[in-house]
């Protein structure tokens, strides 16, 4: 006999119904957020379009992220706007000299143009020089370069200097006709020195005098020219210019005209000036006479020394400030060549010199190379060999200007040397493989240069023709790389959380790709790549995240699984009587709800990081959410949370829950619901004799209302086999 204390309306099918549902919906949870999670691992359809977003490259900015390539892709990319040029026939050119010793000092040539134009112009009009057939001959001055560079610490200070001394010598040789020696025996007196870089200084000393002060310093070279003893003279010279000061102009007349006549009449010049010493003052007159002594002494012409003094005084030589300088600059000259007599008359060559402003330029280049170098005689000896060989008659004489233009617009002066003289030796040698590479460059030159947003357009179409993929769909354990047809080209293995290294990830397509041979040649590696913001500042944070997501996940998946287990106990109506059994499938249905919410957010967080990262870096990358996972995971969620929210209103509302618990309570109304029941079965009884075929029977709970009224709350299912529970109670 079963008790009646199920409600008229109450149907065990609307309970199995809709447990059958929550086991659906927790069960479409569990292997919805199983697809999501183990999503792209498998290179299936449509596993490969589950994913938690895609890196989109193909308008990356190439020149941002990899600056060494975007000179020799805006080249290329200008080439291509030329008539008849194709993506086939320039990439085919490249490809022909990429196996050959010829790829690396070209890539290095085009990626260091800072001024791609300059660069171009300067190319072209150097191309001839590499197939000219006179290797030898034509590529000589390159070899004496390169020799200066060897000798050189500082290569990038010798080759601007070398432009600063080269370029004036060659406009000066353009513009006049006559000759200009000025260079010429700069490097002479240069070569003679023991330490061309203080004559150089001191050259420049002497030259930065007025043309004024120049004149007054000829009876300096008069007194050199009748001297047996330059460096005694020097000597004397500074001591009298050192003493001037103290000794009046008039006194110092004085006493030449004294001396002269006293030599006019005696030319004993050792008894005069110990009369003329004992007419000395001070300290500072006897060492001015001592030093006019010393010089007479050494005179090859008395008369034409103390002519020289006395104009030397009366022009206020020895006082002024300009000759002190002079002189030291003189003394420092002197005492540093070999050969004193050829260094006085180059000097007094130079100072007749008007063109200051060129020499000056030129004494400034010398002294910035001799700077940079160890070996200034070395460097001194090489540059009187390339002076040498640069006039108009030389075949090289018009490439000269093009070379320091060329150099001026590369961002690496010295490696842009060295390749273009590498390259040079290779294409004397090759010719054939090189004109194509000469055809680009003319072509490229011919048209206007591509703008930023031209080449941006460009970009899709060079990288899938080099094979470099341009979508990249990242998921919990692998990345995978599609063409722009978006055809997967490769998936990597899968392993515990991938990684988001953007760096690495471009990197790696690179080197995958037909762009290899381009990007080994200019040692280019993964942290070459120029990829700093705000994205990379925050990529460390990227891994920690999607690892709490996958756990997330997991969690979600077990609970999802125990959840199902638990409904289905459910079916059992034993087991749905108890009160602590829905407690605990809600309990657990709300937590597989929260962990797959968890998962969600913090995916949505990581993911809109990585999107305005991406934005504010402006690289050109493109990040999206993944649909087809971020469609599953919230449909996860949104199932488990309307799981349990109906399992919470079942488990309240269903009648059946809280009997037991009342019975418990208030063991006295069994008798009553025994009474009841039984005439509650007579009824049934009865009314089961007076029915007709096909009839269907109702019965009513009215007996059983009064159980009811005293507690409203319980109005519907009830507990089966509560009455032998209660028989044995009361016994």
């Not at 206020?316 to 006085?344: G, P």
């Not at 008007?354 to 002294?367: I, R, Y």
């Amino acid at each position: 006999m079963k008790l009646p204390y199920l409600p008229q309306d109450y149907s065990k099918k609307e309970h199995i119904i809709i447990l059958s549902i929550l086991l659906l919906f927790a069960f479409t949870a569990f292997l919805l957020t199983i697809i999501s999670t183990t999503g792209s691992t498998s290179d299936y359809v449509p596993l490969t379009n589950i994913y938690l977003g895609t890196a989109d490259i193909t308008h990356i900015n190439v020149t941002k992220v990899v600056p060494q390539i975007g000179p020799i892709l805006a080249i290329l990319g200008t080439a291509l706007t030329a008539p008849n040029r194709t993506l086939d026939n320039i990439f085919d050119s490249l490809k022909t000299i990429s196996e050959t010793p010829a790829l690396v000092p070209l890539m290095y040539l085009l990626s260091n143009a800072q001024n791609v134009s300059q660069s171009l112009i300067s190319l072209t009009q150097l191309a001839p020089l590499a197939i000219s057939g006179n290797p030898a001959t034509d590529t000589k001055d390159l070899v004496e370069i390169s020799g200066l560079l060897k000798v050189s610490s500082n290569e990038s200070q010798t080759l601007n200097g070398l432009k600063n001394l080269v370029v004036p010598m060659l406009q000066s040789t353009n513009t006049s006709n006559k000759e200009d020696r000025t260079t010429e025996l700069t490097l002479d007196l240069l070569a003679d020195s023991k330490d061309p870089l203080t004559v150089a200084k001191s050259l420049t000393v002497l030259n930065n005098l007025t043309m004024e002060e120049k004149m007054k310093m000829i009876p300096i070279f008069t007194l050199f020219g009748v001297t047996k003893n330059i460096t005694s003279l020097i000597g004397s010279l500074e001591t009298i210019v050192s003493k001037g000061d103290a000794i009046s102009p008039a006194r110092s007349e004085l006493m030449l005209t004294t001396l002269q006549t006293m030599l006019a009449s005696n030319p004993n010049v050792t008894m005069a000036f110990g009369t003329i010493s004992s007419l000395a003052s001070g300290d500072d007159e006897k060492a001015a006479i001592g030093a006019i002594q010393t010089m007479l002494e050494d005179s090859n012409n008395v008369n034409t020394t103390l002519s020289s003094l006395s104009t030397l005084i009366k022009s206020n030589v020895t006082q002024a400030e300009s000759s002190k300088t002079s002189l030291v600059a003189l003394s420092s000259i002197i005492q540093n060549v070999n050969d004193q007599s050829k260094a006085v008359t180059t000097i007094a060559q130079l100072a007749s010199n008007t063109d200051t402003a060129t020499t000056t330029a030129q004494l400034s280049a010398l002294t910035e190379m001799l700077k940079a170098t160890e070996k200034g005689t070395e460097t001194i000896n090489i540059l009187s060999q390339l002076q040498t060989s640069l006039n108009p008659n030389s075949t090289t004489f018009k490439y000269i200007p093009s070379l320091f233009t060329l150099l001026d617009a590369s961002a690496d002066p010295p490696v842009s040397f060295s390749s273009l003289v590498t390259l040079t030796a290779w294409a004397q040698q090759n010719p054939q493989t090189f004109i194509p590479i000469m055809g680009i460059l003319s072509d490229a030159l011919a048209v206007k240069m591509v703008s930023e947003d031209q080449l941006t357009e460009m970009t899709p179409t060079l990288l899938e023709y080099l094979r470099i993929p341009v979508y990249f769909q990242l998921s919990i354990f692998t990345l995978c790389k599609r063409n722009l047809e978006k055809d997967i080209l490769e998936c990597s293995a899968s392993h515990a959380v991938q990684n988001l290294d953007f760096r690495q990830i471009i990197y790696d397509a690179l080197s995958a790709s037909e762009f290899a041979p381009y990007l080994n040649a200019l040692n280019i590696g993964p942290n070459d790549l120029y990829l700093e913001g705000d994205l990379l500042n925050r990529e460390h944070e990227y891994v920690p995240s999607i690892k709490a997501v996958l756990a997330m996940n997991i969690l979600g998946i077990v609970f999802a699984f125990v959840v199902m287990i638990n409904i289905g106990f459910l079916f059992w109506m034993k087991w749905s009587s108890k009160s602590y059994a829905w407690v605990i499938v809600i309990f657990l249905s709300s937590c597989t709800a929260l962990f797959l919410g968890l998962s969600c957010t913090v995916l949505t967080v990581v993911l809109q990081v990585i999107k305005s990262g991406t934005y504010k870096d402006a690289f050109g990358v493109v990040f999206t959410t993944g649909v087809a996972y971020s469609a599953m995971m919230w449909c996860s969620f949104s199932l488990m949370v309307i799981s349990s929210v109906v399992l919470l209103w079942v488990g309240i509302t269903e009648r059946h829950l809280r009997i037991p618990y009342l019975m418990k309570k208030n063991p006295a109304t069994i008798e009553d619901l025994e009474n009841s029941s039984t005439e509650a079965d007579n009824a049934i009884q009865e009314t089961k004799h007076e029915a007709t075929p096909g009839q269907i029977i109702r019965h009513s709970t009215d007996n059983s209302s009064d159980f009811l009224k005293n507690d409203p709350d319980e109005k519907q299912d009830a507990v089966p086999d509560i009455q032998q529970t209660n028989t044995s109670d009361s016994s």
